[in-house]
């Protein structure tokens, strides 16, 4: 693969930019990347571990001179940190992010970026339940979805790019408008999020069943509920703040299946049961088919699974 860009700024330094790092340097991708993170102990640790070429202690420090500026940050600071570097940036630059809401990072970060910078929202579909500048690995996007969401009359040229170094790090793209990416991604990841912090809860309020019974005797379902509620808070608080509207509808045609569920078991409704069960196995078979998990039974699953 060649280079996509001289220079790429990454700001904010957890699993994502730090995976991008050892993706593009995998690849070849930039001539030289950048970063920046608000804790001076993240910049530390960035530093020791010899991630990214060159770590700055300021975010408008990172991105001067760069091709491209990343915003890596929780989609909550997002609008706060395009303010901040929008003076730096250099004219022709591309800025991207890798948020998992979309409509509001482009509403917040749009207005502050000046005439001639090119703004290509993207949004990596893949991670793990670990954070921070540690957890970052060259093959976290292989075969893995990234989504590219670029607002209405965007310079194709920069889109492309921005694709480009994304095929590049390993992963499969795909173009969507910002509504429709997060009316999708509700379904897929933030209501599986808030329903796992929700059974999460659940254990640890039901004082009838020790804390010691759940972790002994945690089957699969639970253990998986727990992997994802152990994800970062800040970045999960952020991401339902910003996607209200699509995260409530999924939420409240959740509770109606629910309640339809809670009926056929008290009705010993048999049929309505194997019948609801019989097509959500398929929607599994489906995500093995399409590459995106594997049927292999997970216990002892690696940090990186």
């Given at each position: ?7 790429v ?39 020791e ?5 060159r770590?700055?202690d300021?975010?408008?420090e990172a991105?001067?001179g ?7 940050v ?9 303010a ?10 591309t800025v991207s992010?890798?948020?998992s809401?979309?409509?509001q990072v482009i509403a917040?970060?749009?207005?502050h970026?000046?005439d ?6 993207a ?5 793990t ?7 970052g690995?060259a093959e ?9 969401v670029?607002?209405p009359?965007s310079?194709r ?13 390993g ?10 990416h997060?009316?999708v ?6 209501a599986?999020?808030l ?6 809860g659940?254990a ?6 020790t804390d010691t ?5 945690s089957?699969a ?10 994800s970062?808070?800040?970045?999960w608080r952020?991401?339902f703040?910003?996607n ?25 409704d ?11 196995r ?20 690696s940090?990186r699974?």
């Amino acid at each position: 693969m060649s280079q996509i860009y001289n220079r790429v700024a990454l700001i904010g330094l957890g699993l994502i930019a730090s995976s991008m790092f050892h993706a593009i340097k995998r690849a070849g991708l930039a001539g030289e990347v950048t970063g920046y993170a608000r804790s001076e102990e993240t910049r530390d640790t960035a530093r020791e571990i010899g991630l990214c070429d060159r770590v700055c202690d300021s975010a408008v420090e990172a991105v001067e001179g760069a091709d491209l500026v990343v915003l890596c940050v929780p989609v909550g600071v997002m609008g706060a940190v395009a303010a901040e570097i929008a003076p730096a940036l250099k004219p022709g630059a591309t800025v991207s992010d890798v948020g998992s809401v979309k409509a509001q990072v482009i509403a917040a970060v749009a207005p502050h970026l000046p005439d001639g910078v090119h703004f290509v929202p993207a949004h990596p579909v893949a991670g793990t339940e670990h954070s921070g500048p540690r957890s970052g690995f060259a093959e976290l996007f292989d075969n893995r979805w990234t989504l590219i969401v670029p607002p209405p009359g965007s310079d194709r040229s920069a889109v492309e790019r921005v694709e480009a170094l994304w095929q590049g790090m390993g992963a499969l793209t795909d173009e969507m408008d910002a509504e429709h990416h997060d009316l999708v991604l509700a379904v897929t990841s933030h209501a599986p999020h808030l329903i796992a912090y929700t059974m999460v809860g659940v254990a640890d309020d039901l004082r009838r069943v020790t804390d010691t019974e759940v972790i002994k005797y945690s089957a699969a379902g639970f253990r998986d509920f727990t992997r994802i509620a152990a994800s970062d808070p800040t970045m999960w608080r952020d991401v339902f703040l910003n996607n209200k509207e699509a995260t409530l509808e999924i939420l409240g045609r959740f509770t109606e299946e629910l309640f339809a569920l809670q009926r056929a078991i008290r009705t010993g409704d048999g049929d309505h049961l194997h019948a609801y069960f019989t097509r959500t196995r398929a929607i599994r078979r489906g995500i093995i088919e399409a590459g995106q998990d594997t049927d292999a039974p997970n216990f002892g699953r690696s940090n990186r699974g």
